[in-house]
């Protein structure tokens, strides 16, 4: 449908505007563009290497050879073994299937992404902790929700709306305790941690021995890779039980044949993603001055330090977010609300909730993300825009005090 | 400047009632309203997307834009006054009743309490001190819809397509860029949406197979799923094998059976006089002409009539008058009124 054109610009995918000057797109963390670099990757496995892996014949043997030296790769970029690694069709999948096996109590966030919330309402028996107003889920709230029953605890490696970026390795310690205690009391109930590390993956550090989790869900649509592909990655320990049946493909664990091209493309996109992004935290601190600046009413929510460095969740009180956005794409700058779900479902984001930002607040949220290439000109067009909006919509609202 | 409250459901009329109410000069907010955000298994109610587009509009439009949340009243007062119909074998009309209840009720009653001078609605009719007069677009004309609406409600409201074509309403939004434009016209109502009526009432109403009787020789010649999916005059859907086609000519809903004859001409088909109730005449007080015209279904042709009492009588016999089903009263281009078929 739409062409992407390399780099950060995206072309409209509708008629009216494809001949304006080049829009700007601040929603990374919901999409990003295939990179170049893996869709050419991908390439002959659509038409040339299309063999099925498991057929006998030598063609077909070389494609699952392939595809076994991808996995490999994909592996390696976090620390992990191929044979790990099971492939899914996207991170929502990869969570459903490490929650399956889990019989037991599950302890998980309130800031979560649907995925991982429905996921463990379906299973019951599950604890929500509450964050901190920054979004931070701490290990000793974790550690308070712990009970002799607990055989799950499923944390973000950060958060998907605000950037907030996870203490794992405190919760694993957690955990890590947990375990100790049980042994030594005779208490038999496995304990596993798993981390939906969709958002992070690519921008911060990422590999299971310094994050200290049993299972990782990672997504390649949000890497610059095709989208409908993750993977859940568990340690050969933890025993999976499969949501999918049929020809055993990936252990067992999930059948169907194998998306060749789709884990040629992941595994690249996983090698790229290794690049410095300390540019893009200046990015991120330009963009954010220049709207406090202006609007010094403004909040900024997510955690000071710990947060990914190209994400701004920013809100406007008083503000109609979703306005805004309406306003925006009409300048050809794209951007998100508070939370991409909730837009026009007029239901408050489970996030901004959970911190305890009131209500008109968290209408006026935007979230703004940066991307691979994003220009300081950009970033500098794109608030230059915002600010005009912004200011139209205060103007626009009876009262308003300037 | 005069303050108007516009409903706006998502759809290239009333987008564009929005945005020529901007451009005469008056005050315009935009609201939408939530009658029904229910997904029924295997149909999704497009609500979330009508809201979407309604408030991209009217955002474009720069003008303020609110939600007003009618769905239980909608669906104590609309479905359930449809779903009840159904069950005593009639043929009801839920757009009516909306029209009714909601949008001339508490449409208005809400936007009057919020400070409105008048609603505005994207509806292809016309007002005149209170009067309910057709659209300049005869094959569009809503006020059959519309004829149980209030003088009061009347004397507030505007309708700024009156005087447009659908195709004209089409150009004018495009030349507008209105997202709206091209946006494919919503048939019917909202919640039977893509199903139809029978997976819908299926939901709500418990049905018993019963027989098909031919009326002519009593024999039963088919079975149906159940007699309230049949109206009168009804010829498809019958299966019962070839020949010549079989009308519904009659049902008892006690029994459940549907009487059908291969009689086109069958009496109970063609009616040249209809009793009504509940009718609702828009100017209670002025005098009414005797001589009227009828319409009996949406963009059904006027017949002419005689109106006496709650009897109409005629010109010509007319096929499949049900109950339940409105007959809709003019007097050259103006609704008078009407009532409900007995």
Not at chain 1, 35 to 45: A, C, G, I, W
Not at chain 1, 151 to 179: D, M, Y
Not at chain 2, 117 to 131: E, L, Q, R, V
Not at chain 2, 171 to 178: D, I, P, V
Request: proline share 3%.
């Amino acid at each position: 449908m739409c062409t992407v054109a390399i780099q950060l610009r995206v072309k409209k995918c509708y008629n009216t505007r494809v001949n304006t000057p080049d829009s700007i797109y601040l929603d990374y963390a919901a999409a990003a563009p295939v990179d170049k670099r893996v869709l050419e990757v991908m390439q002959p496995y659509f038409s040339e290497e299309f063999f099925n892996p498991s057929s006998p014949y030598a063609p077909a043997v070389k494609v699952r050879r392939e595809y076994e030296a991808a996995k490999d790769r994909l592996a390696h970029t976090f620390g992990a073994k191929g044979d790990e690694v099971v492939i899914t069709a996207g991170a929502t999948e990869s969570i459903n299937l490490a929650f399956n096996g889990i019989k037991g109590d599950i302890i998980t966030s309130k800031i979560e992404h649907s995925a991982v919330i429905s996921a463990a309402k379906h299973h019951g028996g599950v604890v929500f902790v509450k964050p901190t107003e920054a979004g931070l889920i701490s290990a000793k709230s974790i550690a308070e929700s712990m009970t002799p029953q607990t055989e799950l605890v499923s944390v973000q490696l950060a958060n998907h709306e605000l950037g907030t970026i996870q203490p794992l390795r405190e919760i694993a310690a957690v955990i890590k305790q947990e375990r100790e205690t049980r042994a030594e009391s005779g208490n038999k109930t496995p304990i596993l941690f798993h981390s939906d590390a969709s958002q992070g993956f690519g921008s911060i550090d990422v590999h299971i021995a310094r994050l200290g989790v049993d299972m990782l869900t990672l997504n390649s649509g949000k890497i610059y890779g095709p989208k409908q592909v993750g993977l859940l990655w568990h340690k050969p320990s933890v025993k999976l039980s499969p949501l999918i049946f049929g020809g055993g493909q990936e252990a067992g664990v999930r059948s169907g044949t194998e998306n060749v091209a789709g884990v040629i493309g992941f595994a690249k996109a996983a090698q790229l993603a290794t690049g410095k992004l300390s540019d893009t935290a200046k990015l991120r601190d330009l963009m954010q001055t220049r709207l406090l600046d202006k609007f010094p009413q403004a909040v900024v929510s997510g955690h000071k330090k710990k947060r990914l460095p190209n994400f701004l969740h920013i809100s406007f009180p008083g503000i109609d977010a979703e306005r805004v956005i309406f306003l925006l794409e009409d300048e050809g700058v794209y951007v998100a609300t508070g939370s991409a779900c909730a837009a026009s479902r007029q239901t408050k984001s489970n996030v901004l909730d959970a911190i305890g930002m009131d209500d008109s607040l968290a209408r006026g949220s935007l979230r703004l993300t940066l991307g691979r290439g994003t220009t300081s000109e950009m970033v500098n067009v794109a608030i230059d825009k915002i600010v005009a909006v912004i200011e139209s919509e205060y103007m626009r609202l009876e009262g308003y005090v300037a | 400047m005069t303050k108007v409250f516009v409903g706006m459901s998502g759809g290239v009329d009333s987008s564009l009632a929005a945005a020529l109410l901007v451009e005469q000069g008056y005050d315009v907010i935009g609201v939408y309203m939530k009658n029904w955000s229910q997904d029924l298994p295997g149909m999704k109610c497009p609500w979330a997307e009508d809201l979407a587009d309604a408030k991209r509009v009217a955002v474009k439009l720069g003008i303020d834009f609110r939600v007003f949340d009618f769905e239980r009243e909608y669906r104590d007062q609309v479905v359930q006054y449809m779903i009840d119909e159904y069950k005593l074998g009639h043929t009801p009309n839920p757009d009516i009743m909306c029209n009714q209840e909601v949008k001339f009720k508490l449409f208005l009653d809400a936007s009057l309490d919020q400070g409105a001078d008048m609603i505005a609605t994207g509806h292809y009719a016309k007002t005149s001190d209170g009067n309910l007069l057709k659209a300049t677009d005869e094959n569009k004309d809503q006020t059959y819809f519309l004829y149980r609406v209030t003088k009061e409600a009347l004397e507030k409201t505007l309708f700024p397509l009156g005087d447009m074509t659908k195709q004209q309403v089409r150009k004018e939004a495009a030349a507008r860029s209105l997202v709206t434009a091209g946006k494919k016209e919503s048939m019917g109502v909202c919640f039977v949406g893509q199903v139809g009526m029978k997976e819908f009432l299926g939901q709500y109403v418990e049905t018993q197979p019963g027989d098909i009787v031919d009326k002519q020789s009593g024999d039963k010649i088919g079975r149906h799923d159940g007699a309230i999916f049949y109206t009168l005059g009804q010829r498809h859907g019958l299966d019962l094998g070839g020949g010549l086609p079989y009308y519904v000519v009659g049902k008892d809903m006690e029994r459940n059976e549907v009487y059908v004859s291969r009689n086109i001409n069958d009496d109970n088909i063609w009616r040249q006089t209809i009793e009504l109730q509940n009718i609702h005449w828009i100017d209670e007080s002025s005098e009414r002409p005797r001589d009227v015209q009828v319409r009996i279904r949406h963009r059904a042709a006027l017949v002419d009539a005689v109106i006496e009492g709650n009897t109409l009588t005629l010109a010509d016999k007319q096929r499949a008058i049900t109950s339940g089903q409105s007959a809709v009263i003019y007097s050259g281009n103006k609704c008078l009124g009407g009532g409900v078929v007995v």
